[in-house]
């Protein structure tokens, strides 16, 4: 696709296990409602036709490429349009969040379900919006891809939206176990492909959120979680490889504290961990043969300066500077100020600055 080249590949080479001269540095929901100029635009117009039209996400992604020093941008989306994809009908309200006005009840709903999913169809827009905006960087930095991992996805799809204690998801887990198994089969399914699809439009790394593993101990978890995530992981890369296509891909799955070494085996290229783990622990349980990316908790950017850079200098001296990409251990909150954000990327720049 005749691409720019890239002219900051530091995030990249940190995947990848490589030397960098700093540690690189992105932000989890980096372009989002903490942006006064993405307000403007969510103004103007839906969420999810934010998400749809290819000029308003390329957008959108790069406001804050434009005022920060960040090492990475990540396509503008939704982890639940591939609930969309499927044939649900998801809409962002005001105040509330997500909300699946029909979600699936019992497994009899699998049935009603748009399935299998023809992603280049249904999801055309991700690929353009990812090839547009690797245009629009120029190079700049690297552009990631992601997808929502199989158990997020069906917990929402369950729930009908945000849950405190996701026991209608759960639930199934307990009472319908081969059939939970063949919904989050069937997920995986269309989530390689949809991964597929955003490296071939340009993503250069690929990450899967498994956000609700934290409402998992870890036998549900390496029951119904891992092996989705590791025939994601090893689908995903023999496809690409197939097509000549070197995507390094993260996994993050928010509360898995449980099943840090497992994660770490399941061939994903880095590892984001949340801010209730210790960093140090972390290091001694998977080793070294993978990049560690998190994990400042976000409430600290409410800190004073002074304090915020301590706070990030103290967790860059635990990670340390080898196979580590900084990033905050969950996403920033929309109340945050754009000012600290710019304190806490600078901190990691200057921790140090290291031979090539």
């Not at 804050?64 to 044939?87: C, K, M, N, T, W």
Request: hydrophobic fraction near 45%.
């Amino acid at each position: 696709m005749d691409f720019p080249p890239l002219k900051n590949d530091r995030f990249l080479r940190a995947a990848r296990g490589q030397e960098v001269d700093k540690v690189p540095v992105w932000i989890m929901r980096q372009a989002g409602r903490y942006l006064p100029e993405f307000r403007q635009v969510r103004s103007k117009h839906d969420f999810f036709t934010i998400c749809q039209t290819p000029e308003l996400a390329a957008e959108v992604t790069l406001q804050p490429i434009r005022r920060f020093e960040l090492d990475a941008a990540i396509i503008f989306s939704d982890i639940l349009v591939v609930p969309q994809a499927l044939g649900m009908v998801v809409e962002m309200r005001a105040g509330v969040g997500p909300v699946l006005p029909k979600p699936l009840h019992s497994p009899d709903d699998i049935s009603d379900l748009e399935y299998p999913v023809n992603v280049n169809e249904k999801l055309k827009y991700v690929a353009e919006a990812i090839t547009l905006t690797r245009h629009k960087l120029e190079g700049k930095v690297p552009l990631i891809g992601f997808s929502g991992a199989p158990w997020t996805l069906m917990a929402y799809m369950i729930e009908g939206g945000g849950s405190k204690t996701l026991s209608k998801a759960k639930a199934w887990l307990y009472q319908y176990p081969a059939k939970t198994k063949h919904l989050l089969d069937m997920l995986a399914n269309v989530i390689v492909d949809y991964l597929v699809m955003q490296a071939e439009a340009g993503a250069q790394l690929l990450q899967v959120f498994e956000s609700n593993a934290e409402y998992l101990g870890r036998e549900l978890f390496l029951e119904f979680c891992l092996p989705v995530l590791q025939d994601i992981c090893s689908k995903v890369k023999s496809k690409l490889k197939a097509k000549s296509l070197d995507v390094p891909m993260t996994i993050f799955a928010k509360g898995a504290h449980y099943a840090l070494l497992e994660i770490s085996k399941c061939g994903y290229d880095v590892m984001g961990i949340d801010w209730t783990v210790n960093p140090e622990e972390a290091r001694n349980i998977v080793g070294r043969s993978i990049t560690l990316q998190g994990n400042l908790d976000p409430c600290a950017l409410y800190a004073p300066d002074n304090a915020l850079q301590s706070l990030t200098c103290e967790m860059l001296n635990k990670f340390g500077t080898d196979r580590y990409i900084a990033n905050l251990g969950h996403g920033i909150y929309p109340d945050m100020e754009p000012e600290k954000v710019k304190v806490f990327i600078d901190s990691v720049h200057a921790f140090q600055t290291l031979p090539i």
